[in-house]
């Protein structure tokens, strides 16, 4: 099994705790939709796609699991705890995954590629999924559509 696959199952078990049934539908269709739209994206830019897409699953993993602000720097670090308790990532890894996540809603702000994918994945799965964005947004993402 894949480093995805194995992240993948960890995150699943928190998921799966999810009490309310549309919120856990809501986050394993919303993560699994970040994640491969990512991973599309990556192969577009040649950029390697396996850790974004491990981003894009997991970086709203905290909105969904405790409800409340800041969940892009809380999703981090409980990215953090799922990744090291795997033992699959170098330091490095953890570090460019939970950067990513931690900026994932700064949409206004220009980072590194890793950063910008799982920006543009999380909006592009809006997207396909119907919602409605804003002007800026779909700039962002037009390339992808």
């Known amino acids: 099994m894949n480093r995805y696959e194995e992240i993948k199952k960890i995150a699943d078990r928190y998921y799966n705790g999810i009490e309310n049934d549309e919120n856990r ?3 394993f269709e919303h993560s699994q ?3 491969d739209c ?3 994206i990556a192969e577009k830019e040649n950029y390697n796609p396996e850790l974004v897409q491990i981003a894009g699953y997991l970086h709203d993993c905290a909105q969904y ?7 892009a720097f809380r999703s981090s670090v409980m990215a953090r705890d799922m990744l ?3 033992a699959l990532f170098s330091t490095e890894e953890i570090h460019r995954i939970m950067n990513s996540i931690a900026r994932h ?4 702000r220009v980072d590194g590629i890793c ?3 799982l920006k543009n994945a999380d909006l592009l799965a ?3 999924c119907g919602d409605e964005l804003s002007d800026a947004a779909m700039e962002r993402i037009k390339n992808y559509l």
């Not at 699991?65 to 969940?71: P, V």
């Open 25 to 27: 539908a809501l986050c």
């Open 33 to 35: 939709a970040v994640a």
């Open 38 to 40: 990512a991973k599309e």
């Open 65 to 71: 699991l405790e409800h409340g602000h800041h969940h």
């Open 84 to 86: 090291v308790s795997s």
């Open 105 to 108: 809603s700064d949409k206004d």
């Open 115 to 117: 950063d910008e994918i």
């Open 126 to 128: 809006k997207k396909r």
